[in-house]
């Protein structure tokens, strides 16, 4: 039965309803049920199965066979079928699904009628015995039900699905129900963490929990959240790390911690970045980065046997073996190899920067030869390393909390792992030493106050900590995230995550999305806020001319976004894969990060200039240009700030139409 009913106006005039309103359906049986004295959202329900387990026990029952075996089952109905005296409804569990073969002969009339007025979407109760059809199809003779949760608006339609990735992101909910895969996912990374939890505490580790709220931002250069604590009057980041709290714990005597939990970094999404994620950092006194390797590569295949039931996985298309002992080599030797000639510390720092720059690169003024050396790795090798690899000696530049290496003061003991070109791990021989601990939180403050809003801070009971003593120790972090994508084969951070950060719904024809059915009838409508034209400044006009000949060389088209995603390495630049009419992808990088999440802009049609000659950005040939309106308006600050709009246009507008 669909989403209708009897608008019949002789029966009640003041009960009629818009049968193309499915919503306004639901609500009207919704209070026709509360009229007739019938709760439409029920009480517990005590089933005696879950329908799987009814598949496995019932998989031998013949074709056409009944049985006196009484269930009860409860799940949501997914499916109906109206067939005069017979009715089939689906039923679906957290387990799986089950045919509910209903006769008006076994119901009664009024029972009968009842479940035919149920909806897809409906949470009932079932009671009745086990058959099966004559076609073969494992089934619940119903004898009784009872409607546990009234559905008020409909689930998508089945054969089309939810497939609009930002619907499923906004609406996680919906998307469980609809896609047996998505579930799937998840139901891997709660193995994954169990997994973790396990191999850890077998090998001895305590689970602890540290603070959330942190007075000094330290542990990792990450731009923060900041919040205020109204009992303290004091301003509080949400932390970026567990590291100096983990550590601290060393201090005071434990020797194997470790902590599971969620980090916060107020910086761009992007398909392996989330401001929020969750990581699993582990310390270890008297280790070092021999057993911070042995332990992650350990704690990374139990996951993949408890998540796969295998360590051989494929990932976007790579294989990936997982088992066996992973390759370790030294960030600069895999530079070396990646760039095809000798990046070392022996080179000039002019030298390195010539080998960065002809390799895509670009090198900042303040940039020493370690962060040199880590950006030419960054640039040449890093993508290339597919298998996983532990990627060693890192520059004491872009290592301000990990212990010198011995024997060269330029390097550090550290690796990154990398499986598929992207890091999984981050380790370091953890720096015991308070009076270089103390001259490296200095060097961080210093640069902080040359503005970068990254560096960390000067955690003076940090230090005092360390001062007490801190035995030599191995540290790791892992992030949780990633791992589940590996294991999951998901190309972004989204499909890992079960509420990622979005932003504000899009309002639809100019309305803003009604939170509840029944809200809808008693708010107001309300509008988009006006713009204050008077505080806009716009460019003055030109003054030179262009001849109308120089102008018309310029190719303007419609170019619908594929695909969009940061840049790796910048802040500012959105790399669009663009549909522009030809069959072939049109690649354009535009520096507008600041303005635009990447996954907001795809589907949308642009306006851009396609026959510019290629430009190399950040080694990406960028082939075109994105038009945008830019002004200014005074802002919080009392300054003038940039605005940018993107040109958009109506999407019926087909890719690589010409604008004259």
């Not at 002992?325 to 920067?353: N, P």
Request: hydrophobic share 40%; aromatic share 8%; with cysteine.
């Amino acid at each position: 039965m669909s989403d209708t009913t009897n608008t019949n106006p002789d029966a009640n005039p003041e009960a009629q309803v818009v049968e193309d309103d499915p919503i306004a359906v639901r609500l009207a049986k919704r209070e026709a049920l509360l009229a007739a004295g019938k709760d439409p959202y029920g009480h517990a329900y005590r089933y005696s199965h879950h329908l799987a387990d009814l598949a496995e026990q019932y998989a031998h029952l013949e074709d056409g066979a009944s049985t006196e075996d009484e269930v009860k089952v409860a799940g949501r109905v997914m499916a109906k079928r109206d067939q005069g005296k017979l009715a089939f409804l689906e039923l679906r569990d957290s387990t799986g699904d089950i045919q509910l073969f209903c006769r008006i002969n076994a119901l009664g009339e009024e029972a009968f009628a009842e479940l035919k007025d149920l909806d897809v979407g409906d949470w009932i109760g079932v009671e009745g015995t086990m058959m099966r059809t004559k076609r073969g199809q494992l089934s619940v003779s119903v004898a009784s039900f009872e409607l546990l949760s009234k559905s008020l608006r409909p689930l998508p339609e089945k054969f089309h699905g939810l497939a609009d990735k930002e619907t499923r992101y906004r609406q996680r909910y919906v998307d469980l129900v609809m896609n047996r895969e998505v579930r799937d996912t998840f139901e891997k990374r709660f193995k994954v963490i169990s997994a973790i939890r396990r191999y850890m505490e077998d090998h001895g580790y305590y689970e602890v929990e540290t603070p959330i709220l942190h007075p000094i931002l330290g542990g990792a250069n990450a731009r923060p959240f900041v919040t205020h604590h109204n009992a303290l009057d004091k301003d509080f980041y949400l932390r970026i790390a567990t590291e100096l709290h983990l550590k601290r714990l060393l201090v005071g005597g434990f020797e194997k911690v470790f902590e599971i939990g969620r980090q916060f970094r107020n910086e761009g999404m992007d398909p392996y970045h989330n401001p929020e994620f969750t990581t699993m950092e582990f310390y270890q006194a008297f280790s070092d980065l021999e057993g911070m390797m042995e332990l992650t590569q350990g704690v990374i295949q139990a996951a993949a046997l408890a998540s796969c039931g295998t360590t051989q996985v494929e990932y976007q298309g790579e294989q990936v073996d997982l088992g066996g002992t992973w390759r370790r080599a030294t960030m600069i030797e895999l530079a070396s190899e990646g760039a095809g000639e000798d990046v070392s510390f022996q080179r000039t720092r002019d030298e390195l920067v010539e080998i960065l720059e002809r390799n895509g690169g670009h090198a900042e003024d303040a940039w020493g030869k370690g962060k040199l050396i880590a950006e030419i790795f960054e640039a040449v090798a890093e993508e290339k390393l597919i298998q996983p690899t532990f990627v060693t000696e890192h520059p004491i530049e872009v290592s301000p909390l990990a212990k010198k290496k011995a024997g060269d003061p330029n390097l550090t003991e550290r690796f990154e792992l990398f499986i598929c070109g992207h890091e999984y791990a981050n380790a370091f021989g953890e720096l015991n030493d308070p009076v270089d601990q103390a001259e490296r939180f200095r060097a961080q403050v210093e640069a902080k106050d040359l503005g970068d809003d990254e560096a960390m801070g000067y955690d003076d009971d940090y230090v005092r900590a360390l001062e007490y003593g801190m035995p030599p120790a191995g540290g790791c972090g892992i992030g949780i995230d990633r791992l589940v994508m590996l294991l999951t084969d998901a190309p972004s951070i989204r499909d890992v995550l079960l509420f990622p950060h979005m932003r504000d719904e899009a309002p639809a024809g100019g309305r803003p999305r009604t939170a509840s059915p029944v809200a809808a009838e008693a708010a107001p409508a309300s509008v988009a806020a006006p713009i204050d034209f008077s505080k806009v400044v716009v460019e003055p006009l030109f003054e030179d001319e262009v001849d109308f000949d120089t102008f018309s060389k310029s190719d303007f088209r419609a170019v619908k976004v594929k695909e969009c995603v940061a840049v790796p390495k910048s802040k500012k630049l959105l790399q669009f894969t663009l549909d522009d009419g030809t069959g072939a992808d049109r690649v354009i990088l535009s520096g507008i990060h600041a303005y635009y999440e990447p996954e907001d802009l795809v589907g949308h049609t642009l306006i851009a200039i396609t026959n510019l000659p290629p430009r190399k950005m950040m080694g990406v040939d960028s082939c075109g240009m994105l038009l945008s309106a830019i002004h200014e308006e005074e802002g919080e600050n009392g300054e003038p700030e940039e605005r940018l709009n993107l040109l958009m246009v109506d999407d019926r507008i087909p890719a690589g139409a010409k604008l004259y």
